[in-house]
């Protein structure tokens, strides 16, 4: 009896050095693991705000803080100052939300509000979108017959410029957002042999036309402005035009590919193209370095995006791919340069500017900076 009892006292003094070496294996993994993450994320670790309303609210982004509307008030949330944040009782809830970083508009089909700029502002039409510069707000409008036409007002709600096109025939319309009052309008004529596509700016401070870049056979897609340059990207080109003179610099050849993003932060422009009609997140993508100079020759890079990738945007002339639990920064010419764990995991994710990005996790959203 005496043997059996020392018997089994071994084999619990056994079991209990297993189940101590078996802890301690599963300790130094862990650690293990935690110093991996910790040293691919560059030792540091991202933040994210949860924002006070949810994914399926009425929102826009300023490029300081949103706009978004609860019931019959709109509020306004500022990232970096919460004493510059309100709200404002609103006469209906059945409106659309327009912003810059210096202006804000409601609309709806047939008036607009520009917020600090008096009374509501009655549109002869329907409005189908609203563009906010600097120091003026663009409507669109559509008569009956399907024309369309630009309305321009000042920030005090003044019309100062209109501006007609025949139906079907404007693209697009938007501001430069480089610090002046540059509008510009994509047009497609197709009444000639070929399909012309006109990009054309105007100076809105002095409502005169500043430039007109017309493309013979190429339907024109995105616009890309710096302090120098204008470029057009398009069917099969990326062109570029010197904001001095409007004239044509040079042409890079992109059949295949389309626009996808543009970052002007990081110093020369970099632009993200990926193969045209591809829906999906994943494969291989091309960064293109732009020169400002006359001679096309952009230093190009193929970036395989990581399995799993649900977004990849550019900022600061980096490219960042996401999954959704990791972010993936590349340097412009391609090289991965960190990997970092997302606050939290995330169901999509967007670009809302050079410095912000916007999360969303089931029917929550989050914002975070983009480092």
Known sequence: MRKRRFIVRRKGAILFR?????????????VI????????????????????????????????????????R???????????????????????????????VLYHASAVQIIGGGEPLTINGSVQDVACGTDHVAVLREDANG????????KAGAQTDQMDFE?????????????????????????????VSTLT???LSTNHTTGVMS?????????????????????????????????????????????????????????????????????????YTLPEGGVASAAVSDVQLPAGTTASFLAGGKLYACTKEEMHAYSSAGKLLSTSELPRATDSLAKLSESYMLLRSGNGLYVAAIK
């Open 74 to 104: 709109l509020y306004y949330e500022d990232l970096a100052d919460t004493k510059k944040s309100a709200s404002y009782q609103v006469s209906t809830g059945d409106i659309q939300l327009a912003a810059s970083s210096t202006l804000s």
């Open 18 to 30: 297993i189940g101590l070496l078996l802890g301690a294996v599963l300790l130094l993994c862990g």
């Open 201 to 203: 700016t105007y100076n």
């Open 215 to 287: 493309v013979q056979d190429q339907l024109g897609e995105g616009v890309i402005f710096t302090d120098n340059s204008i470029f057009l990207s398009c069917t099969t080109s990326l062109i570029r035009f010197n904001r001095t003179g409007i004239t044509e610099a040079y042409r890079l050849l992109i059949y295949g590919w389309e626009l996808y993003d543009v970052s002007t932060a990081g110093g020369s422009p970099v632009v993200l193209l990926r193969k045209r009609g591809d829906a999906g997140s994943e494969g291989t993508v091309k960064l």
């Open 167 to 195: 139906p079907g025939a404007l693209l697009d319309f938007g501001f430069a957002q480089t610090g002046d009052e540059t509008m510009w309008t994509l047009e497609l004529s197709v009444a000639g042999s070929l399909p």
């Open 147 to 154: 024309a369309s036409s630009l309305l321009i007002y000042d």
């Open 33 to 72: 693991y935690g110093v991996i993450r910790l040293v691919r994320a560059g030792g540091q670790r991202m933040d994210a705000k949860q924002l006070p309303f949810t994914a399926d609210t009425n929102y826009t982004f300023t490029g300081k803080g949103f706009l978004y509307m609860y019931g019959d």
